[in-house]
């Protein structure tokens, strides 16, 4: 049985994904997991002689380090202000979802929800459709950047556009980390790993900007710059993802393109059979016996030149025809129509 291109190019993507999978479990159980234990052991030691120095007791000590936990992110300034609550909007309808800032009260919980199922399908449909924009203009300057080099071909083909896009989220990353490297101090590493984590939309949230030094009320150029590079990187990344993945959703289109006409030309060619036949190498398939596509009522011509026609091109003409029916009613007229002609439900074997 043939197995379609778009099966095997799904399997394959199954598998793939599947093996990446495990090799990235295999990667960071060798790069994390020795730093875990080793920052386990020093904490823990760290706490005990906190306890022992303060003599307190590990109960104390619990429930003031939940309070530490729980106090964290009011250390970073007011967060439900209308600067704060617009920056935890934009997480919540990007789906970045830093976690660094979350509802407390059932009511904030249950807007949440309600906020988010409206709002993120419509910031999907506004990245992808400001996406297919940018890919556009994209495309057009190209256009025109090769008629301004006279080249000889100035078409844009949709790796060129590509590249491009793919150029321009490296630049977006590039100048965020260095945007962010410089108002939170952090180093470049550490800066560009956030631009990319937030424009990917994973949102670990160990790296927030806007968190230091009550920057969401004292800052407003900041929080307006730092909302900007969020809202067009995500486009520019948008971009980039809709083009990936509009190419491979043309080459599945494409394979699908090809079957469906292979299976009309199939169609077009197939005889059904009805009857027995005989096979050429002396077989016998029982109860097939050919019959065409319309139903009209036809002579099979035992001629070796014999043609299925279709309703607009019949085998044979009315005076064939009357000859026939004269011939099973008695009146035969030679022996030639005799062996030219047999009848329609006749059940016969055909050689093929």
């Known amino acids: 049985m043939e197995i379609k291109k778009q099966n095997v190019r799904t399997l394959s993507l199954i598998v793939c994904t599947f093996t990446y999978l495990l090799v990235g479990a295999a990667m960071f159980d060798a790069l994390e997991s020795t730093f875990e234990r080793e920052r386990r052991i020093a904490l823990r030691k760290e706490e005990k002689e906190i306890r022992t120095t303060y003599n307190i007791s590990f109960d104390d000590y619990a429930i003031l380090k939940r309070n530490v936990m729980k106090t964290i992110p009011y250390y970073s300034g007011v967060q439900w202000k209308f600067a704060g609550s617009l920056f935890f909007s934009l997480t919540v309808v990007t789906t970045i979802g830093y976690g660094h800032s979350t509802p407390q009260t059932v009511g904030g919980k249950i807007v949440c929800m309600l906020y988010a199922l409206a709002g993120i399908p419509l910031c999907i449909i506004m990245f992808q459709s400001v996406g297919e924009r940018l890919n556009v203009f994209v495309t057009y300057l190209l256009k025109q950047?090769?008629?301004?080099?006279?080249?000889?071909?100035?078409?844009?083909?949709?790796?060129?556009?590509?590249?491009?896009?793919?150029?321009?989220?490296?630049?977006?990353?590039t100048s965020g980390a260095l945007l962010f490297s410089h108002y939170e101090g952090w180093n470049l590493v550490d800066a560009f790993y956030y631009c990319f984590i937030t424009l990917t939309t994973i949102g670990f949230g160990d790296f927030v900007a806007l968190q230091k030094g009550d920057s969401l009320q004292k800052n407003p150029q900041y929080v307006a710059?730092?909302?900007?590079?969020?809202?067009?990187?995500?486009?520019?990344?948008?971009?980039?993802?809709?083009?990936?993945?509009?190419?491979?959703?043309?080459?599945?289109?494409?394979?699908?393109?090809?079957?469906?006409?292979?299976?009309?030309?199939?169609?077009?060619?197939?005889?059904?059979?009805?009857?027995?036949?005989?096979?050429?190498?002396?077989?016998?398939?029982?109860?097939?016996?050919?019959?065409?596509?319309?139903?009209?009522?036809?002579?099979?011509?035992?001629?070796?030149?014999?043609?299925?026609?279709?309703?607009?091109?019949?085998?044979?003409?009315?005076?064939?025809?009357?000859?026939?029916?004269?011939?099973?009613?008695?009146?035969?007229?030679?022996?030639?129509?005799?062996?030219?002609?047999?009848?329609?439900?006749?059940?016969?074997?055909?050689?093929?």
């Open 225 to 352: 710059m730092s909302m900007i590079f969020i809202l067009f990187g995500l486009t520019v990344i948008s971009a980039a993802m809709n083009l990936l993945v509009l190419r491979f959703l043309t080459m599945n289109t494409e394979d699908e393109r090809r079957d469906e006409l292979e299976a009309a030309a199939a169609a077009q060619n197939a005889v059904r059979l009805d009857g027995d036949v005989i096979t050429s190498n002396g077989n016998v398939v029982s109860n097939a016996q050919e019959r065409p596509e319309q139903n009209e009522i036809i002579s099979v011509c035992s001629c070796s030149c014999y043609k299925w026609r279709s309703n607009r091109e019949k085998v044979y003409d009315r005076h064939s025809q009357r000859k026939i029916s004269n011939f099973y009613s008695g009146k035969s007229g030679g022996t030639e129509e005799m062996d030219s002609f047999i009848p329609v439900n006749y059940r016969k074997r055909t050689s093929l």
């Open 145 to 173: 950047i090769k008629k301004c080099f006279k080249m000889k071909n100035s078409e844009v083909s949709e790796t060129n556009v590509i590249l491009v896009t793919m150029n321009l989220s490296t630049i977006v990353l």
